[in-house]
């Protein structure tokens, strides 16, 4: 095809704003955030030039020379030389390059000339530039390099259609120059820098060297460190009640609604105690994974994650990883896909598995309603949110703690690197946070949530509603019913299986269930536990979990004593239930035998972690 | 290897930017062992001036206006000499 449009790159250090210029430009929705290697693949997005002219525009991982070795870098390199399948050779090359800190950036830019594509140097950050004191000159930058250069500032949207205008096709290529050897090139940039972005001093203590005095002390940044964890998770059971209450009201409102307007029937039953209780049981968590997709942004956002991260690394090199895992490993906390896909900014390539074995540990966010439902019922439901705040912290420190226990195992037997691999990170200046982008950000991960209730998790639960209701037997008595059932069967089958984890039949299917999707063993357990109730009328629905909480086995004793709900809690902190974690695991290590053995491996470890603590903690009970 | 340009008695009096002082500036004057490719990207190149901000397992420094947190033995490996304040 000879008309199709052209395709623009944007090329540049990590942390540059090519995100923010490609969302600038196409209006698109590219992930930000104030950390270097936020963006680990590329993305597409067109725009078009003040003259009508529409031109493809892809963003890339950001990289300090083009032969770097991690696998984001290697995204931008095989992309600049047209070696992705997907994606033609760019056309144009939009360098983007940081005005406060040339002599850093011009490197690239001269090594990208070296390519001989049309080129055109946004110089971003002219604010930064100018409170450094420095003084810019564009134009002479654009003689010395031969290409157009456009100052602007992305974040607010300045320089946008001057960038635009500058990219009149056909552009011409810039004079053919070599400078061949990587030395040459970087005292060619100095030289341009030295004329292109006066500095006024050397140095001047900004706000950021400033907080970062505290922030990174040894003792003050770890104190401030911890209690922005704890505040993390204490918020998320304090603050999301509210909102958790309105979405529980609404639920009650609808099965009036609906069982105003119904006869009693089978598809009366269907719609309250299977889809609204089902579904609903998950959707009222929504609040909480939103809380936390929340802080996570605010932590990006304000660039105090490459402070934790820089804080972490002596912590992680006892477990044989660095402070490169650790963003990783914390937005795990929030969706392991995208930590796995994070973890292609580690540069040693066996830090890199083994991160990617542990990081499903790190509690993600849709345990959050397995926890936020069997919690209470460990305490009882009486003890206050700090305490159950507390409990909450010990259940991702386990998780996360027996993660690091097995990177190290782990990372022993892989050996050393062969290229011995050094932490270094750039700590990006603090900035406040960008609300807009948490707030889209946070919708978008809702949405994403809200589908999932309308479509798997809603699917399992009209499935299992259906297997419990029929097949329909002759009798009256609501238990012999249930047995006739297919979820009867089934879990009169499982039982013994289950029974030494402390499960019955019932929790079992809701167990099994849930390896769709971790949220559905809530549906499961809300659809599963509403049979006894259901013929009642009058009684007020209880919440599911007290319903649950007041199950006994057939001799009376409580079915959900403190053992049985340990091992339930344990099982959720080890168990692998995400088939699209397997396969992203599969892709980004590029095996698939590592990803079925993570599976295989955290699938019995949990059965296991499950079993132990049952039985130790029955005998304690007992005795 | 780009062989160092400086002579061996100046090279002497030179400190590593891992044993210098907190707080002050410096110029590199010599990048050179395993990592120093890895360093030049990130900034440390010679003939920039650099003010090591913190010690530590990692230290941070700033180069040409961006604080950029290192490794020790990374900075073994970095040369600098004082600069006048
Ligand atoms: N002060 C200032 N900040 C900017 C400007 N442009 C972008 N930023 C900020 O820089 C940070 C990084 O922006 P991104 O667009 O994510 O950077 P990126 O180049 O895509 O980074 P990676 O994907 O990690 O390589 C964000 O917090 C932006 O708000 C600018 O012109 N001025
Ligand atoms: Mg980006």
Redesign the pocket.
Known sequence: MTDRSELVALV?H????????FNALTGGRAK????????VDFQQGSFRTPHGRRLELV?L??CLSLDGDSPDQEVTRRAIHGEIEQLPAPDLVIA?VDASSLERHLPLVIELLELGKPLVVAL?????AERDGLRLEPDKLSEELGVPVVP?????GKGIVELKQSLRTPLPAPSQRDWSDTAARRDTAHRIAAVAARRATAHHETTSDRLDRVLLHPVLGWLVFLAIMFVLFWSIFSFASVPMGWIEAGQEWLVGVVEGAMAEGDLRDLLTSGIIEGVGAVVIFLPQILMLFFFIGLLE?TGYMARAAYLMDGFMARVGLSGKAFLPLLSSYACAIPGVMATRTIPSAKERLVTIFVAPWMSCSARLPVYLLLIPMLLGGRESTAVQSLVMLGVYALGTLTAFFVARLLRGRLGPDEVEQHFMLEL?SY?AP?WGYILRHVLDRGAAFLRKAGTVILGIVILLWAAQTYPKSDSDDPAEQLSHTVVGRVSDAIEPVVRPLGFDGRTGTAVITSFAAREVFVGSMAVLFSVDESDDEAETRDRIRERIAAETWPDGSPMFDIPAVLSLLVFYIYALQCLPTTAVVAREAGSWKWAIGQFVFMSLFAALASLVVYQVGSLIAGS | MKPARIPDLELDSLTSLSKARVGCDFQIRAVSGPGCDQLRKLGFCESLQVRKLAHGRNLICSVCGTRLAVSRQLAEQVLVSPVAA
């Open positions: 540049g990590p942390n540059v704003g090519k995100s923010t210029l930000v955030g104030n950390y270097p290697g936020i963006t963003d991982p950001g983007v971003n950050r002219v604010d930064l602007l500032r992305a974040d607010a956002s990006p900035q960008q």
